[in-house]
């Protein structure tokens, strides 16, 4: 009954290699985003879809591609991981771009 | 009491005191406030939040003034348990028809009670 659902939870990986890491809610909401925290708990957004569009793209390395096959999933996946890519990422959803963002339990990547 | 640093910022309060977090937003033209909470392993929690036609508005437990005038946001937790212990962030969001801006947040303020 999870409203917002991130896998996986926790991502150790290479350098190098490339991943995705995927969210779906099942709140009904036509808009989903991407979040990195940083070590210092700084949350900045990277990139947000409103009904599989994407509308914000903050400025966030190509090697970062968001896809999303619906309005209830984004999965975000990374190529070419770079050390200072280890963070945790946050998925969020809302209703409409304007309205109280409900969060993802977040995936700890780190890259070795 | 309260640190700024290199650090994130810092309040400790005795179990059953009144806590008061603060938070300066920057963009005079955001009219949509929110507060999140974020406990150790888990992802930001929605509060409570506010437009900027009000000044004040109650929770349960909670309570959010905002300050238009320096620009500044509050949150007091009333009577605050360990369970209130976790980093605290603002956000803000800018007028609707600017169009498809990002929810800012704030750097977050570390709750710590003490029991």
């Known amino acids: 009954d999870t409203a917002v659902s991130q896998t996986p939870k926790y991502l150790v990986t290479q350098m190098g290699n490339d991943k995705s890491i995927k969210c779906e809610q099942n709140l009904g909401h036509d808009t989903m985003y991407w979040y990195k925290q940083d070590s210092k708990k700084f949350l900045k957004i990277m990139f947000s879809?409103?009904?599989?569009?994407?509308?914000i793209n903050e400025t966030v390395p190509n090697r970062f591609s968001p896809k999303s096959p619906d309005k209830a999933h984004l999965n975000l996946h990374i190529n070419s991981l770079e050390l200072g890519d280890s963070a945790v990422y946050f998925c969020?959803?809302?209703?409409?771009?304007?309205?109280?963002?409900?969060f993802g339990p977040g995936t700890r990547l780190l890259v070795l | 009491g309260e640190s700024v640093g290199l650090h994130l910022p810092t309040l400790s309060v005795q179990e059953g005191d009144n806590s008061i977090i603060n938070c300066a937003y920057s963009n005079s033209a955001s009219d949509y406030f929110i507060w999140y909470k974020q406990e150790s392993g888990k992802g930001p929690q929605f509060i409570i939040d506010i437009r900027s036609n009000m000044d004040k508005r109650q929770g349960q437990r909670v309570t959010v003034l905002l300050n238009k005038t320096v620009k500044h946001l509050s949150l007091q937790i009333a009577a605050t348990q360990p369970g209130d212990s976790a980093v605290y962030f603002c956000a803000e969001n800018m007028v609707p028809n600017s169009g498809n801006t990002p929810l800012v947040f704030g750097k977050g303020t570390r709750l710590s009670v003490i029991a």
């Open positions: 969020a959803s809302s209703q409409g771009t304007q309205e109280t963002q409900y």
């Open positions: 879809y409103n009904n599989k569009e994407l509308i």
